[in-house]
């Protein structure tokens, strides 16, 4: 929809939507910091690779379990109040990672960090649908989506930086400090667009008119409206469809330091630096395929349903270059080819996680967002488990990234099959 020279107004929507792509970040260095710092907990506390595979998924058991809790806690209390508790809960449980010992205290920590980052990505992408008209959304999402690649540009130097010079404990308590300072960015500036004392009237109607999701609750109970929704073929098309896209996003996020290390033969730190190619990749594919262009050919006129498929089955289709990796022994070679494969599914991801804003009935992206993110984050359950097997009985990733593609081909069939056009569900 034109609405008018969209640059003559005034642009606080995009200050919301770098603040929700700070919090992912910082999200996510939490995420990846028992990754970096892997092999050194392997030394000290003796953890074959099946022990580091269970550690690796601690946090997505709590944090998956309550995706779908959490997405209709979100509809039914809003963004605002929900998204500042869940900030502050990232920093006790930050605190306590750094603090535990020995397998289990890791293991029981990380699963708390689960239970505190639960809301994040369902509120941002929540908060993107009521801040962002339809045409703006595939940019705003990749603003969120593609802090998530970045964080590992940046926070895999940094944490194994921290690790090697000062021990792993710091690795954590970086993030400590880090998920601190959000909290209070969090609380002073966030509020919903009809809440937010210095959003202008004229970029609140711009906003509006341009097909923004409506605040306010569902119109029917929480447990009615997930009922309904998981009778929706549309849903179970997105729902499969992401989680085979978070299989293998989740198999790097946690192993590809660990590929480096024990296939390349890498230091921690040359393996950090290395890794930091591919998510390098994946932050600008994120941001101009699944953000800026698909943006562009929607304002062009170009329909939305073709243009946001073909990116989302294309880039899906770009991570079987993955399999690239366990035919060479150079790590230049191997991280080319992983480059390619994180390249696509990152183009990929920020169409996922604007469906639920652009499917979901009246009131319920939350709830959305929440079953699609829980099946998504399942898979960051599975994938580490099932790598960390797979690798020690085979001593090899080539059966690793094997499944991985497999299962990244079940969700192009998915996305084409099951989900169709890209527009709202019949209200409940």
């Known amino acids: 929809m034109n609405q008018g020279n969209p640059a003559a107004i005034p642009r606080l929507r995009w200050g919301i939507g770098a603040l929700l792509g700070i ?28 022990s580091l595979g269970l550690l690796f998924s601690a946090f997505f058991w709590t944090y998956a379990m309550l995706q779908i809790p959490v997405g209709m806690i979100l509809d039914k209390f809003g963004v605002t109040r929900i998204g500042r508790w869940g900030a502050f809960l990232w920093v006790l449980a930050s605190s306590i990672t750094a603090l535990a010992g020995g397998f289990g205290g890791l293991f029981a920590a990380r699963a708390l960090l689960g239970i505190a980052e639960a809301p ?32 590992s540009v940046i926070g895999v130097p940094l944490v194994a930086y921290a690790v090697v010079t000062l021990g792993w404990r710091w690795g954590f308590g ?29 970029e609140y109607d711009y906003i509006r008119q341009g097909g923004a999701a409506t605040e306010g ?123 390619l494969a994180l390249a696509g599914l990152a183009a990929a991801a920020p169409v996922g996680w604007s469906l639920p804003s652009l499917i979901a009935p009246k009131g319920a992206t939350g709830t959305v967002g929440g079953i699609m993110n829980f099946a998504n984050n399942m898979m960051g359950v599975v994938a580490p488990i099932a790598t960390g097997y797979i690798v020690g009985a085979s001593h090899s990733f080539t059966n690793a990234f094997l499944v991985a593609g497999v299962v990244l081909l079940v969700g192009v069939l998915s996305f084409v099959v099951l989900l169709g056009r890209i527009e709202p569900i019949a209200e409940p």
């Open 23 to 50: 919090g992912v970040l910082i999200n996510y260095l939490d995420r990846i910091s028992v990754s970096v710092a892997g092999p050194q907990l392997q030394a000290t506390f003796g953890l074959s690779n099946q």
């Open 120 to 151: 994040g990505f369902p509120a941002s992408a929540k908060a993107t649908g009521y801040w962002f008209p339809r045409q703006e959304r595939a940019l705003a999402t990749a603003l969120f989506d593609a802090a998530a690649k970045f964080s």
């Open 174 to 202: 970086v993030t400590a400090v880090l998920s601190f300072g959000y909290f209070i960015a969090y609380w002073l500036i966030y509020r919903d667009p009809s809440q937010h004392p210095r959003l202008s009237a004229a």
């Open 217 to 339: 609750e569902s119109q029917s109970g929480s447990l009615a409206t997930l009922g309904y929704l998981l009778r929706q073929r549309k849903l179970w098309g997105l729902t499969i469809g992401f989680a085979a896209y978070g299989y293998s996003f989740y198999l790097f996020l946690t192993w590809l330091p660990g590929f480096l290390v024990q296939s390349m033969h890498m230091s921690i730190l040359k393996s950090a630096g290395f890794a930091a190619v591919p998510w390098m990749c994946a932050t600008v594919s994120d941001l101009l395929v699944g953000g800026w262009l698909i943006d562009h050919l929607v304002q062009r006129g170009v329909d939305e349903t073709r243009v946001r498929k073909t990116v989302l089955v294309t880039g899906m289709l770009f991570g079987l270059f993955v399999f690239g990796a366990v035919w060479t022994h150079d790590p230049y070679w191997a991280i080319a080819w992983i480059s």
